[in-house]
């Protein structure tokens, strides 16, 4: 079953000129479901290869007006396409039809059914072979996250082992693989662990939505196939983002690290701001770029990798309410930008960053010609500088240095 996300928003606040605000649209097998829907999130669809799908689902992770905006809107182009029975349902924390009834008169009269559902944090809804949860995040007193998650699958049946024990094909290996036990000709009982592998754990996705770096939040994204993070800061904004219940990049590869999901990706508008970042930084993820969840999740590189960094104990160190008090971008770039290293995915080149921030050196990060990794990038004259530090503090199976 394909699982993957496309980010359709991953600017905060506003539109850019290249990013709209939060829209993330989820696809699993032909199920669309989307999170969140920012202004102008149907022409995001529409520009994209996917089009405007007729979504049955949009979930809100709050009403800030930078996450739902681009609703009305959208609902009524569904109606527009003359929708009179499938129906639509809008998600969200408590005060959704408190926001429905203010939408109202924008909205006038819908011609399909449209249902309007208020979760709890930790309330579940049963989707067959997945579920989609509800969780606390700090961003509010309401605001939500949202858990996919695909429950265990059995093992791989193993045909060499069920051939050796006389197992026939057909029948007695369905039953097999529904759990039962089988008697073969020989009279012996072979049972379901004597030929499947171990169970496969199922598939979990994690979207935080707005939030300050949280405990929550961590407990949520444990042992996530893909945690999609909020990061609208740099650290040298620490404190607009503690006064605005944010993240800062830092903190959301922070909580990424503590969970540890395979990959992480952060909506990280801060670093698109001209001359934030010295370097004009260009970071994963883009709007309209997808991220797949490999079908199993044995098979997920950097995993191994991200389970290694806990523990090296960052962990002990990061804690709510954490402040960052470096200023790391002291120097003005001027000097021309050299590759450093290549880093897997955004969190580690984030790890990388913190390391070269603390040794005095600004970085940038463009993304890399390959899927899902990201350049780190240093002014040529601290590259050498800038290697060391690197070196004494990762392992040298972590990094694929490229001089
Ligand atoms: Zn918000």
Not at 296 to 301: C, F, L, T
Not at 349 to 355: F, K, L, S, V
């Amino acid at each position: 079953m394909d699982l993957d996300v496309v980010f359709l928003g991953t600017a905060a606040s506003m539109p850019t000129a290249q990013r709209g605000p939060a829209a993330l649209l989820v696809r699993r097998g032909s199920e669309r479901l989307l999170f969140d829907c920012g202004e102008g999130t149907q022409r995001q669809l529409q520009r994209s290869a996917i089009g405007l799908p007729d979504l049955q689902e949009i979930f809100l992770t709050h009403f800030h007006a930078d996450h739902f905006l681009g609703l009305p809107g959208m609902l009524k182009t569904f109606a527009l396409r003359g929708w009179d029975e499938t129906p639509l349902t809008v998600y969200g924390p408590r005060g959704l039809r408190e926001l429905f009834k203010r939408l109202h008169p924008f909205l006038g009269r819908l011609p399909y059914p449209l249902a309007v559902v208020e979760l709890e944090a930790g309330e579940r809804l049963e989707r067959g072979d997945y579920t989609i949860e509800g969780f606390a995040v700090e961003h509010g007193p309401e605001a939500l996250g949202y858990t996919i998650v695909e429950p265990e699958r059995p093992g791989r049946f193993d045909v060499d082992a069920a051939d050796a024990l006389g197992v026939p094909d057909g029948p007695a290996r369905g039953r097999l693989q529904a759990g039962e036990e089988v008697t073969v000709d020989s009279g012996r009982t072979v049972t379901p662990a004597d030929v499947l592998g171990e169970p496969r754990p199922g598939r979990r996705l994690v979207l935080t939505g707005d939030t300050a770096p949280s405990p929550l939040v961590v407990q949520a994204a444990h042992d996530a196939d893909l945690l999609v993070h909020e990061a609208s800061f740099l650290s040298s904004e620490a404190e607009r983002a503690r006064a605005t219940m944010h993240s800062t990049a830092a903190e959301a590869a922070e909580v990424a690290r503590l969970a540890p999901p395979a990959r992480a990706h952060s909506r990280l508008a801060a670093l698109l701001r001209p001359g934030a970042c010295g370097g004009g930084a260009r970071l994963l993820p883009r709007d309209g770029r997808p991220a797949r969840l490999r079908p199993d999740r044995g098979a997920v590189p950097g995993a191994r990798r991200a389970a290694a960094r806990q523990g090296r104990g960052a962990a002990s160190t990061w804690r709510i309410g954490h402040r960052t008090h470096r200023s790391p971008y002291h120097r003005a770039v001027m000097s021309a930008m050299v590759q450093l290293a290549t880093a897997g995915d955004v969190a580690e080149a984030e790890e990388m960053q913190e390391i070269l921030r603390k040794a005095g050196i600004d970085s940038s990060l463009e993304q890399s010609a390959e899927e899902d990794a990201v350049n780190v990038l240093v002014p040529e004259a601290d590259r050498e500088t800038a290697q060391e530090a690197i070196e004494a503090l990762t392992e040298p199976d972590d990094l694929t240095s490229e001089p």
